[in-house]
């Protein structure tokens, strides 16, 4: 149990380009979602936290207007790097997780900006 | 200010030799702290939760531990397989963030 599905994978494509990536639970409901931004050999950062229905909450020096966020339902979230720069080329990491559980992952989508 | 400290960053070890990784926090009313392993290209998988001091949690040759202050991964035995790098995250207060380790890269040699 507890599966999260995060599409696309891997993802190349010009400068100024919007880019979409979705993150689904499978088999829970995810009350609240997560996304984070990891760079080589480093932790994971985490970028925002969305609820259900609600706007999400950036973290300090992430561009909301640049990552969008959008949480629907409570089994889909989506981030959209809106004209993205070779500069936010990363491995982004979505999770979710219900109520008073463990936070599952998805497992990574790696973006690179040419 | 809430933090979480893994040690060593990284650990290489021979098939059978068993050590631990360390996971030391310093925040304000915990709530839980967590075990992932990680491989490379992929995300974190759940390993183990943690509540209270005392508590432990086994899984095959992973055993996790907790005090008021830290807690430890203990692997016994390891195999190649086993090579990853280990998260650990704290989640405290009243919100639902975690508050993640900079990992343990463990490199089990054959």
């Known amino acids: 149990g507890a599966v999260v599905s995060q599409h696309p994978s891997r993802v190349i494509c010009k400068s100024g380009t919007s880019v979409k990536i979705e993150c689904r639970s499978l088999d829970f409901q995810a009350t609240t979602m997560f996304w984070y931004r990891q760079f080589p050999k480093k932790s994971l950062m985490l970028m925002a936290t969305?609820?259900?229905?609600?706007?999400?909450?950036?973290e300090q020096g992430v561009e909301k207007d640049k990552f969008l966020i959008n949480h629907a339902s409570l089994t889909l979230s989506t981030l959209t790097v809106t004209s993205a720069h070779p500069e936010d080329s990363s491995f982004y990491i979505c999770?979710?997780?219900?109520?008073?559980?463990?936070?599952?992952f998805g497992d990574g989508t790696r973006l690179s900006i040419l | 200010e809430d933090q979480v400290t893994q040690s060593p960053e990284a650990l290489r070890l021979q098939e059978g030799e068993s050590s631990s990784l360390n996971c030391s926090y310093t925040?304000?009313?915990?709530?839980?702290l967590f075990w992932y392993r990680q491989d490379p290209g992929k995300g974190p998988e759940f390993l183990f939760t943690l509540y209270s001091a005392g508590e432990e949690k086994e899984k095959e040759r992973l055993k996790a531990t907790l005090t008021k202050k830290e807690s430890f991964l203990h692997i016994t035995a390891p195999k190649p397989e086993d090579s990853a790098t280990y998260l650990c995250a704290v989640q405290a207060g009243t919100g639902n963030q975690f508050y993640f380790g900079t990992g343990t890269s463990l490199t089990v040699i054959p």
């Open positions: 999770s979710a997780a219900d109520r008073g559980q463990p936070q599952h």
């Open positions: 969305s609820n259900e229905g609600s706007k999400a909450t950036y």
């Open positions: 925040v304000s009313g915990l709530r839980g």
